[in-house]
């Protein structure tokens, strides 16, 4: 591992500071309507698109200028053009992000051939059915974005919520998901919260409106392999039997008072399938209520007949009649169905044969990775470990106020450690203030590092104490108080 020479850090920062102004000015006009862009709109976005020239990047200063000219004239095409803006600005980032992270992670040594990914190409049967949705959420993506959200309703809303629902039955997911980030964000903007986030509208109205005009052109093109990168799909393989141990677990909490859980799992008994380390990931989701902190959830009972809380133990667990999804690395995601089965097994002493990073293999995988404008930043997360680590106070990130950067350096790597400003980052700040205090311990951090901006993103999640159990960062320790819980959420 190396870090970026003072120089090309450099350039790096200019280019992405001119990247981040150039999504802010997107983000705002696809809030006013780009019919709305006046003559100062359109020489800013002229000076970037030209910055974006001298820096090499050609493309993206062609697909500005045609913006540009699209939003002088008053072209009908302005919203496509915007749009397309945002997809070259966007696969730009993720292709620097991505240089970077193979920079930081390079030893000098001989590289061995990229890996491909491997494809599952699905059937093309029935897909035509669905080409008079996607035209249509398309169109009326390009309409939001031509006349801004002044011209949003309620019946928007439901319109959106209709065609999610009917994306979900016709088994695209990545699209209906999509969808209903973007109407949540435009509940948000209706009820005039301050919650609302222009950032994350454009991105899903963006990847929205790449999803539905990809899928169209694919199934009119009859083109399977395009149509396997954007549905995204992967076959899950069943699984009789394994023994798991809980290394980390990620939470998410929000104001609405719904809360989500990533319990990070290694494989400590599997099969052929599922050898012995393999790395897994189990998520719950709850529609939770305000005032409920996140944890109360994981005491109540699951399909399965077992409390979430369960796998905060410092044991295997036992799962029975299963399913994963495994990704090209090996490293996948646990279905649990009806008949699965989740059980307390004998207490896991073996902590440090389980934590353990390869930067070869983070390497290996920044570097065959395909960059796409779908690209959720954290969707390729690689798990790390740090030890012998040096931390410093924390910040509010200039870029995201909902986030506190604290610079942690780890041999030769520079790492915004990050925690959230909301609910689901009180515990974790606190964690990382108590490392700062004098005499504080050093524990080895378990946590997931993703790629930003040419900056190498870390959340901690769990702490280890010699071959000690984990410390799970982001769980509050309070107790929780059963009856009182069963009352506040009145099942009735």
Known sequence: MRAL?????EQSAEVTATLLELQKCFEDLVVRGVKSAGPDDVKHLQALGEEFGRSGAAYVARVVDELVRAAREGDDGAARALLRAQTASRVFERVLSLDAAVEAFFDGSELAPARKPKQELPALEDRAALVPLLRELAEVVEGLVSSGLTTASA???????????????????RLSASLRYVNDELGRFLDESEHFSARRLAFFLNRT?????????????????????????????????????????????????SASFDFRFRVVKGSAELPTGTRLVWSTVFSGKKGVPAEAFLHLPQVQKFNPKLLLDPTEVLVTDAAVTL??????????????????????????????????????????????????????????????????????????????????????????????????????AKALKGFLKKGAKRPKLYGLLHYELCRLVFQPLSAFDGDGPPKHLMISSEKIDLASLMKTLDFS
């Not at 020479?5 to 850090?9: G, I, L, P, Y």
């Open 5 to 9: 020479d003072s120089a090309r850090a």
């Open 155 to 173: 019946a928007t809303r439901q319109k959106l919520d209709a065609s999610a629902k009917e994306a979900a039955r016709s088994k695209l997911g």
């Open 209 to 257: 409106w790449l999803i539905s005009r990809g899928l169209e052109e694919a199934i009119a093109e009859e083109d399977r392999a395009a149509l396997s990168r954007l549905l995204w799909q992967t076959a899950p393989t069943p699984v009789k039997s394994l023994s798991v141990v809980t290394v980390g677990v990620q939470k998410r909490a929000l104001l609405d008072g």
């Open 327 to 428: 990704d090209e690395f090996g490293s996948g995601r646990l279905m649990l169905g009806p008949k699965s089965t989740v059980k307390p097994g004998p207490p896991f002493t073996a902590w440090e044969s389980v934590v353990s990073w390869d930067p070869k293999r983070a390497l290996e995988r920044a570097r065959a990775h395909q960059a796409s404008p779908l690209d959720l930043e954290v969707e390729l997360q690689e798990e790390l470990v740090v030890t012998d680590w040096e931390l410093s106070p924390g910040a509010t990130n200039p870029n995201r106020r909902e986030q506190q950067i604290f610079p942690l350096r780890f041999g030769a790597l520079e790492l915004d450690a990050t925690a959230s400003t909301g609910p689901d980052g009180e515990e974790l």
